[in-house]
């Protein structure tokens, strides 16, 4: 298991379309995906438990994978945050 610390610097958050983008990223590849935000956990691969964490900018999570291909599935999620989601 691989994982890595992320912040959120898109103006709106994690709502629905980055939220979106974040699992539709996190489907493509066969490692499980978690993320942890203070004492929350949610299945990174699952619209409505990454929506429950109500994450907002500014907000530090933990982002971890675990399987065969951890490290790529890793590495496109934060480029995917670290990128604002495409958000200006």
Avoid: W, Y
């Amino acid at each position: 298991m691989t994982e890595i610390q992320l912040v959120l610097t898109n103006p709106t958050g994690l709502h629905a379309r980055p939220a979106s983008q974040f699992v539709q990223t996190a489907a493509r590849f066969k490692s499980k995906v978690q993320i942890v935000a203070g004492d929350k956990r949610a299945d990174g691969k699952s619209i409505l438990n990454v929506m429950t964490l109500g994450l907002k900018k500014g907000a530090a999570f933990t982002v971890s994978a675990d399987g065969e291909d951890e490290a790529e599935c890793l590495a496109a999620l934060q480029a995917l945050v670290e990128g604002n989601f495409g958000e200006g």
